[in-house]
Every structure is written in C-alpha cells, then in structure tokens.
C-alpha cells in the first residue's frame, strides 16, 4: 500500500490555516499546519513532506525568504506560494528563486487537489529528467576534485571508495532501480567532497580536534553541498553530501534533520560511512573490529541511525563477512590441492 502523501500548511491567520488543514485531510493528504515560517521550518526538519503551502506575507521570515532557505537546505520539496491580489511583484520573484506555484485568495478549495497533484508530478518529471541528463562530463569534473582531495589526504579518498562499494551492496539488497543505485554511488562517492575546503592542519590533526577546530570540521558537509549544488542535475546527489552528518533523532548537522525528513540516500550513507570510519585506522587511533563497528551500528539505531535501515546493512555485512570467509576457505583448499605431489610423479621418485 503506498503512502499517502504529506503536505504541509504555513499560514500565519489562524482560521484560514485551519480551513486549508481540515480540506486537504478530506482530500486525503497527511496535512501538518503552521502558524509561521519558523514553525513550519520545524515541521520541515522533522516530517517527510511531498509538497508545502505558504502563505507569502507572514510577520518575521516571509514566504519567498523560507523557499530560500529550503535551497540552500538542497531539500527538494516544491512549494506553492498563496497571495493577496497586491504581491503580484512578490510572486515573480519568487517564480525566479525557483518556487513552483502560486495561489491567489481566495482559494478554491474544490480545485486544490488538482493543482498540488499537478506539482507534485511536475517536480517528479523534473528530477527525473535532470536525472536522464546526467553527463559524464559533470562526473569526470567531479572526480577530479576528488583527486585534489587525495593529494590533500590520502584517507579521505580511500574512505569514500570503500564508502561506495558498500553502498552498492545496500543498493542490491533494498533492491534499487539503475537510476538510484547511480544517485548512491555518486552521493558516496562525492560526500566528503566539502573536506576539499578543510585546513590541513584540522584535516591531518593527529590528536583530539578544538571545539573551534571541530566547528570547522563540521563545515564540511555545507562546503560540499555548495561545491556541486550549482549542478542542477546532481541535487539528489547534492542532498546526500549535505544531510550525511544528520541523526534520526535530529540531532545532527548542519540542519538537524530529524527521521524521514532525512533524505533516504543520506540515511543510507550515514550509517556506511560511519562503519567505515570506526573500522578504519586513523593517525590518532586504531580502527575497532567489524563485529565491535556493527555492534555500536546496532546500538545507535533509533537514535543516530535509521532504525529500518540499520538491520538492512546489519545483513548485508554479515552475508559480506560470510562470503569472505568461504572465498579463504576455497583459496585455501586450492592452494593445498594444488601442492599435492602427483601419485605417479611420487612413486617414480620413490
């Protein structure tokens, strides 16, 4: 059964707000009401959304000013403005920032169905054709910079190569189409693309980071995120190198995301490039083992890591570890095999 699909409602006149919430929940959309753009951005870092309506003149943080800071957020949730007849010039540039829609009051509610499907299917049309125009270009212009980042630190490329092919392995098991495995392989590959940005000095640290030195640190999902978002056809991919440091208790950065607000490739990410790190041997200590790394995976589920997700990789590394170990077993049996002594060869010589 699919899932019914979420709006949010931003309006700041409580009985309007009230009245758009209670239609939509007769439309049969999960429908969440703000009073203001602030709360709204509360329920945005919280919620799965698949659309928002806005009213467009609001005390405090406007409607055109929140469709703003959900781009430099790289969430890709369309939003429809609602306007008064006398915001026309409002309305136009906010068309120009990128917003999907507008509504003038007062609205027919018996038309709102048609009008957020037809947003809904139009931003889905549009992500899946700036999916279709992915270039190789873009991607050899990207492993490039990845290739600075290793003359930078060595560790850092390493990671994010182990990072895909265990990213790859999840794709196969959550049983991804073509087009998404890419947008993961690529989210993997480029999500510590912002480390590019690091002083050497943070970046090398052998011993514990400063808190000054670790707000840099933690800079570097932004810087990232920053670097390809001027790429229209990766902000999928722009997304996860983003949001890879939430906690689905919401307690990560840079935004404080919270559960299936978190986009799904940056959960993915989150718990893989994780493990890789606490398994990995860093200057300043020793990696722990696999089975020490998917115990603490296990622990933290719920808390920093999606709790669906986290039994998937759990299996995943366990089959992983399974099949390394038949392939020694093997390589071992034919090693032997293969240093026994021809019968014949044997009793000649004897």
Known sequence: ??????????????????????????????????????????????????????????????????????????????????????????????????????????IKLDELPIIVEKNIERKYLESQKLQDNKAETLLKALKALMRALDAKDHYTCGHSQRVVSLAMLMADELELDADEKYTLQLGAFLHDIGKIGMPDNILKKAEGLEDYELNIAKDHPVIGSQIIGEIEELSEVTSVVRHHHERWDGKGYPDGLKGE??????????????????????????????????????????????????PVFVKVMQNELANETSRVIDEAFMFDFQQQPDSRTAANQA
């Open 1 to 106: 059964m699919s899932r019914k699909k979420s709006i949010l409602v931003i309006e700041d006149d409580i009985q309007y707000g009230e009245m758009l919430k209670d239609a939509m929940q007769q439309f049969g959309y999960t429908t969440y009401l703000a009073y203001s753009a602030t709360g709204g951005l509360d329920i945005i870092k919280q919620k799965k959304l698949d659309l928002i309506i806005s009213d467009i003149n609001m005390p405090g943080v406007n409607g055109i000013e929140l469709a703003e800071k959900l781009m430099n957020m790289y969430l890709d949730i369309p939003i429809i403005l609602v306007t008064g007849v006398n915001s026309f010039d409002m309305v136009r540039q906010a068309l120009e920032l990128g917003v999907s829609d507008y509504l003038v009051k007062p």
């Open 261 to 310: 607000a978190i986009p799904f490739f940056a959960r993915i990410i989150a718990i893989i490039d994780c493990y890789e790190a606490l398994v990995s041997d860093r200057v300043y200590r020793k990696g722990v083992s696999r089975d020490e790394a998917l115990r603490i995976i296990e622990k933290n589920a719920g808390t920093q890591f999606d709790p669906d997700l986290v």
